[in-house]
């Protein structure tokens, strides 16, 4: 049986490898995952049977994040889970130690650049709304640069650690085995964190923000077509909404490690890494169904009705019956 003073489980919670914190991370974590899984593929199911004429460029991506979110949920934060539950990494194997860092990393980058290319695409369609009134034109501006930003992670990647010379030192009391031996190559560690860290995160706060001003800036104009001005507003909350969660779980964790390699200390933020930022970024995916159903209000209504009929049918179902004589 634990017992807990106030000043113990603060402290256990700090202490990344205790008892208690490893307990707390997994409750959250099993919560709020195992229901992401069916909510994403419900999700997925709803936007992709839309019929053609219905189904907007705008989901192309919401889909795309949607199963990025569903693999990472499998392939990553089940790994994470089971680390929380046992303490340690299992299967505890080198192969299973690369693929592991692998998804992790490539789950991160295209989270934060399909999110720079979603939001470029929102300024187009809001505002350029014919640059996609063709065929050939969604192959070329919207189809390929999708293909390009998702081939590239997966070929960087694989030279970055499946197919590196250096040699790991996977320590499997820690998660993801203590991490992959390119963080310690000075040139291919600063080239990651830049271009496929620091730029996106940046892409991210300045694209939104100026897609906001833009629409507030033009919402007089906008509002005379009253559904033009409906599709905007729709869109522009969506986007926001969306990079907001990825910003939230992403961006404390990147302010850590730029200070930490601006100032070369590698000790700044550790006790805030270990109380909130080490995992945060993890969340993104588990809450990105969620926030996904808040903005789908179509299948919010349909999934409540099902829910409440099946209610229903429960309460018929064990009505007691009553005889009279």
Wanted: glycine share 4%; with cysteine; charged share 15%.
């Amino acid at each position: 049986m634990m017992n807990y003073t106030n000043d113990t489980l603060i402290s256990s919670i700090i202490d990344d490898d205790s008892e208690f914190s490893r307990l707390f991370k997994l409750c959250i974590f099993t919560s709020i995952s195992l229901l992401s899984i069916p909510l994403s593929i419900t999700i997925i199911i709803h936007l992709y049977t839309k019929k053609g004429e219905l189904r907007s460029l705008s989901d192309t991506i919401l889909i795309i994040l949607l199963l990025i979110s569903l693999i990472d949920i499998l392939c990553n934060q089940s790994g994470i889970i089971v680390y929380f539950a046992l303490s340690y990494v299992w299967p505890s194997r080198s192969v299973y130690c690369l693929l592991w860092n692998y998804f992790n990393y490539l789950d991160y980058y295209l989270n934060l650049y399909l999110t720079v290319w979603a939001s470029i695409e929102r300024h187009i369609l809001i505002f350029h709304h014919l640059f996609f009134d063709r065929p050939g034109k969604q192959l070329y501006f919207h189809k390929i640069p999708l293909i390009g930003i998702v081939s590239y992670g997966i070929f960087v990647y694989l030279g970055l650690i499946i197919f590196n010379p250096c040699t790991n030192h996977f320590q499997m009391s820690e998660a993801w085995c203590g991490g992959i031996c390119f963080t310690n190559i000075p040139i291919e560690y600063f080239y990651d964190f830049v271009v496929n860290s620091v730029f996106p995160i940046c892409a991210i706060i300045i694209l939104n923000l100026s897609l906001l001003i833009r629409v507030i800036n033009r919402k007089i104009h906008l509002k005379q077509n009253r559904i033009t001005w409906k599709k905007c507003r729709k869109l522009t909350i969506q986007m926001i909404t969306i990079s907001s969660i990825y910003l939230i779980c992403f961006l404390p964790t990147g302010i850590i490690v730029v200070l930490r390699n601006l100032l070369a200390n590698k000790h700044i933020g550790e006790r805030e890494m270990q109380i909130c930022f080490k995992y945060t970024f993890l969340l993104a995916n588990a809450l990105l169904p969620y926030v996904t159903l808040s903005l789908l209000p179509n299948l919010r209504n349909t999934m409540k009705q099902l829910v409440q009929h099946a209610r229903r049918i429960r309460i018929i179902k064990i009505r007691p019956i009553v005889t009279y004589m």
